[in-house]
């Protein structure tokens, strides 16, 4: 009975917060629409890179550049031969994915730190390549500028903060129900399984090479699209913008929020893009702060902020609604 | 023919000991010549074994005889220096673990490796991996199929728990039940991918008398399913009362094999193993 009331009140908090995110572009002005227009692109690289880092336990710590790959296909695509910036959505995410399954596939073996050092270089050697201006279609150090806004020929054209606003959250959402969807099924289970113990899961009749290599593109994917967006919406890419310290900052995400935690990530996401703005008084002191603030988490809410809760509510509902 | 008759023959010592005169037909698990070198160690030395169809062999042998290399080359954990193994006639050799569970070999850890932080429900469901790939697009849009699926599992699940008597554990985090329940939790993780061959390495160890002899009725009471049994163990008296066929290890090789009470009174194994014992005893 109080699980049942536990849930009602769970989803009713949850239809808030979606009624709150359609209300807000509405109240606020252009400068916090985009504040949290930035809020959004974190919690769609966030997801992302919870695929890879929260659900299998892979550290990657070279998750902006398959953002970069997605910013840039996006940019030179756009600015090259004029498609579309929409109907290169698809062809950012497949960038990004394809080039994560090659990049990927013959370092996927690799335990903890070393898919650790492996993704560092593989985020620094995209970035440098950006910068080098290969063929001359990156633009250097200054990157590629000009490139439209999101728009399907003339007819749909994303051009206020408030649209642009809703395209990253309705993004957002769907990627939301996707990754549940996910998480309940057996492939959710399996990416578990490998976080937990490769070995057994592997004598489980998992195909954890598979798994693994799964969700690096499928989180490349995602994040192709977060820099198809990102691009749009700045009209620049430069190489500055997909460094380490942004990897960094992506990995705090999952942290703070929990790992596999959906909601830990939205939360996340928020602690790295909206308090920033809320606390500009102090900014010079934000980093100490920032700092402060992993360190105590980490020793009094090891878990995260909102850890992934696991069992009798999900394996109940599943249940009536098969037996009905 | 013989098989069906097997599968449904009441488990009577006798009739089971029989078969052990062997029949070569009914050898499901068989490793010829193995040979598994760790550096310069050799940890197994061309190393001949037969699992019968239908029972319950067990590998024995002191610390160190290299049992579990044994089982670890079977599921293929590791990749065997020389030497085959084969699975009904079936070279297993290049074949990675989770094809091998495919095949029909699932097994335990002689240190409990369950999923942690994940539910005993979810640990099972997992087990039946290989029986059910996951698609990405099915399991995204959440389609009819995946429902079915994932009910299907649920409810092959839910029997495995119940037939180890942790249904009611179902919600708990697998790290916070008690040992003795968690080694059930992993049998019957191993069990729900419906294998043919069941791989225990040492399920007794840690248990106490009571529950080790609950081990023994449950384990005997998974042959009328058609279940082949192999374990390790330590524990004489598990070997001793369970057991249908055995095989003594000692230094990498076969130092002998045979019925339980042949081996009792085997003047080698008392040399290697139970001997020992008794020195350590005195």
Known sequence: ??????????????????????????????????????????????????????????????HMGFMAIGAYTTAILNTRLGIPVFLLIPVSALAAAGFAWLVCSPIIHLRGDYLCIVTI????????????????????????????????????VVDTPRESYFVIWIIVGLSIIALINLQHSCIGRAWNCIREDEIAAESNGIDVRYYKLLAFVLGAGMAGIAGNIYASKLMIVSPESFNFMESCLLFCIILIGGMGSIPGVLIGSAAISLFPELFRAFAQYRMLIFGVAMILMMIFRPGGLWPRKRGAVEFKSIWLKATR | ?????????????????????????????????????FGGLVAVNNFDLKV??????????????????????????????????????????????????????????????????????ENVMAGQHCRNQGRLVSSIFKTPIHRKEEFNIQEIAKRR??????????????????????????????????????????????????????????????????????????DMNVVMGISDWVTVMDGGKKIAEGKPEEIYHNPLVIEAYLGKEEEEEN
Request: contains cysteine; proline residues 3%.
């Open chain 2, 1 to 37: 023919m013989s098989k069906e008759d097997k599968y449904n023959s009441p488990i009577k010592d006798n009739a089971i000991k029989k078969s052990s005169k062997g029949n070569e037909n009914k050898v499901i698990l068989q490793s010829i010549q193995l040979t598994k070198k």
């Open chain 2, 161 to 234: 728990l119940q037939q180890v008597g942790l249904w009611k554990y179902r919600d708990e985090l697998a790290k916070n039940i008690a040992y003795g329940n968690q080694r059930m939790l992993e049998i019957a993780r191993a069990l729900s991918s419906n294998p043919e061959l069941l791989i225990l390495d040492e399920p007794s160890s840690g248990l106490n008398d009571k529950e080790s002899e609950d081990l023994v009725i449950f384990l005997k009471s998974l042959l009328p399913e058609g279940l082949t049994i192999l374990l390790i163990e330590h």
């Open chain 1, 1 to 62: 009975m109080k699980e049942h009331q536990n849930k009602v009140w769970e989803r009713g908090f949850f239809i808030f917060i979606i009624i709150v995110f359609i209300l807000l572009p509405f109240i606020l002005n252009d400068y916090w629409i985009d504040v949290f227009f930035f809020f959004g692109i974190y919690a769609l690289l966030g997801l992302s890179l919870n695929i890879v880092l929260g659900e299998v336990g892979l550290f990657d710590l070279g």
């Open chain 1, 121 to 156: 270089g593989m985020g620094e050697i995209i970035r440098m390549t950006l910068v080098n201006n290969p063929f001359g279609i990156t633009g250097g150090p200054n990157g590629v500028f000009g490139i439209d806004f999101l728009s399907l020929g003339s007819s749909l």
């Open chain 2, 52 to 121: 019968y169809k239908g029972e319950i062999s067990s590998l024995i042998g002191p610390n160190g005889a290299g049992k579990t290399t044994v089982f670890n080359v079977v599921t293929g954990i590791y990749q065997a220096d020389d030497g085959k193994v084969l699975l009904k006639g079936e070279d297993l050799a290049g074949k990675k673990p989770h094809q091998i569970v495919q095949k029909g070999i699932a097994r335990t850890f002689q240190n409990i490796r369950l999923f942690n932080n994940m539910t005993c429900l």
